[in-house]
């Protein structure tokens, strides 16, 4: 999602900067003296034989950094983990990777998904987006494919890869730009059509992948799709509607940003920043229930909120209706209208990638809020499996999902997916995150039996789908952390630790600092621009007790704190960032098995003065491996856990991307020398003034890089290849 805050929403709201969350959940407050201690990280045995083994450099590089775990586990004995040049800080309109790489755009907004469909124009014109890429890529995930089109995880060479489309650049969508005020059908029709997944074959020939635009597995769910309500919450009473009178259905998966790859097969999306789409009539508040109210208000839609495209707008049928979710009906249980429409969006909703004829199924036990990733725990057979979750919302929580049933490694490659994802994912406990001062941290169990839930004076849970439906409002009634904005998560497949990017926060201030959001500062952008709050955000980690999946206590650090390398050392720049690896708003966030490498992605507003979003390339350590560090912001100190300093051995850019956009979303092929990456919304900012002129756009990518007709911006899957036929981080 965009901070450039170039395209509010209906309400003149950016939808990721808005905060709901009032409760009265302190902060951290206590300050706490200095802990010296410091636990050093022990090397296996794995990885002293790797420094023997491989590469001249690896050696230098090892006893440079310490922990990054530089030289590779593959056996190639030239390879050296992140031996690549930097990429530097780049305000150009091009997307620039390493010297010896090449990337190439595979699949971009509007591109045919069947052999039928008119090859995309790009003027405004084209149609039919349920049979093309939706717009704004994000999440991805890639499944390989046998020759004979079975899944196959360790397939190189032919594979599905599943994306999602956050949200739309509404600008370039219609020929002379969107209509204001009523929405015509036309209109409403494409912009549905261009949210959701896509699900696209990809074949590789002579080291290079293409799409294939007839291929059987092509697929899109779109955020008119019907999709089935499972878990907790499934047939509830907060679930009925017009549509769906016993409430086990809904339509669409919406504001889809991170994803997550199950354990066996399927895709996890996640839905952000839905709530801003429906509109709530003014006078809405009497007619309901003060429960109602108090539910809705916390999820950000108060009365007097128009929808954010005015898709309510474009007409009485029923796939427009919806997107009002006044009280307008007589019934006493909302099944005659879209009172309780609301609540079928902010899930982690699974798609069978491989069949499209499986139901798509939002998976409730996992909590409604603002969705990002889904990571998973390394799986232990017979051991529960753990899902890691963030809240993305100023001052939301960080969340963790444990199965009820045990990890049977059979399911790995199971005959029908979804009733797999039934067994794993619609009964467990829901747990959200207290991050203590002292680096340690307990998981708050959200159950209707945990009397701190059931006996919350703030809202009076019915049952346990109603915790899971208001999961932001159980969280509250437990004492949860405020976090910096939680955007991605991903578990490190080394030690099984997991991360999570806080990506930015306003409104985090010296009064509400706590050990787990230690900075509060201010920040100038170009000349003039002053920015407060925690500007350019930080990585968390955390490691389960015992290494297991379902502890209830953590312990914590913060990986690295984001900077620009002028930042003031001991208040900001924390961290020791240089100008090969400083960065603004870590957003998206995964691990590429392959190599181990950590990629960082940046979705950022705070320093695009100097720069367009990016990529790095971590080697992180282990929690512990730093060490204790005092913060000051205005008149408050507090004492927090850091990880050890990177170094451009163990931190470095990667790419940057062009002009006017976010970098996003990150999978590679097993064998780690294909990286797929997104670029999200380049030109957002451009006027529908300006759209007869392209020079005035703000990005002409990738049009501006040979990839097809017109000049109107659009986002795109982008393939990445080493010139060597090597490793990707190499
Ligand atoms: Fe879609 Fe929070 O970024
Ligand atoms: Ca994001
Ligand atoms: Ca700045």
Redesign the pocket.
Known sequence: ?SKNNYLPDANGVDP?DIGHNESSNPSIQEILNARLSRRSLLRGASGAAGLALFSPFGLAGCAGSGDGGESSSSGNSSEQLLGFTPVAKSLADVFTVPVGYTASVIYACGDPLTAATAAYKNDGTDTDFDNRSGDCH?GMEYFGLSAAGTPDVSANDRALLAINH?YITQVFLHANGPTSGTRPAAEVDKEVAAHGVSVVEIRKSAGRFATVQSSSFNRRVTALSEVQIAGPAAGHALLKTKYSTNGTKTRGTL?N??TGKTPWGTLLTGE??WAGYFKRAAGDDAKRDAKSVTALKRYGRSQGSSGRYGWDTAGTADQYARWDISLTGSSTDGTDDYRNELNGQGYITEIDPYDKTAAVKKRTAMGRF?H?GAAFSRPVAGKALAVYMGD?AQNEYVYKFVSATNWDAADASPSNRIATGDKYLNSGKLYVAKFNADGSGNWLELSITNSTVSGYATYAFADQGDVVINARLAADAVGATKMD?P?WCATNPKTGEVYFTM?NNSSRTAATVDAANPRSYSDTKGTATTQSGNVHGHIIRIAETGDDAAATTFKWDVYVFGAEETSPTATVNLSGLGKDNDFSSP?GLAFTSSTGICWIQT?DGAYTDVTNCMMLAALPGKVGDGGDVSVTSGTSTVTTKMGKKPTTDTLKRFLVGPFDQEI?GVCESPDGKVLFVNVQHPGEGSTVANLSDPTKYTSQWPSNAGYGAGKRPRSATVMITKNDGGRIGS
């Open positions: 999602m990721d994000d956050e504001n940003c991170g952000e920043n603002n990002e993305d904005r955007e990506t957003d979705d996003t």
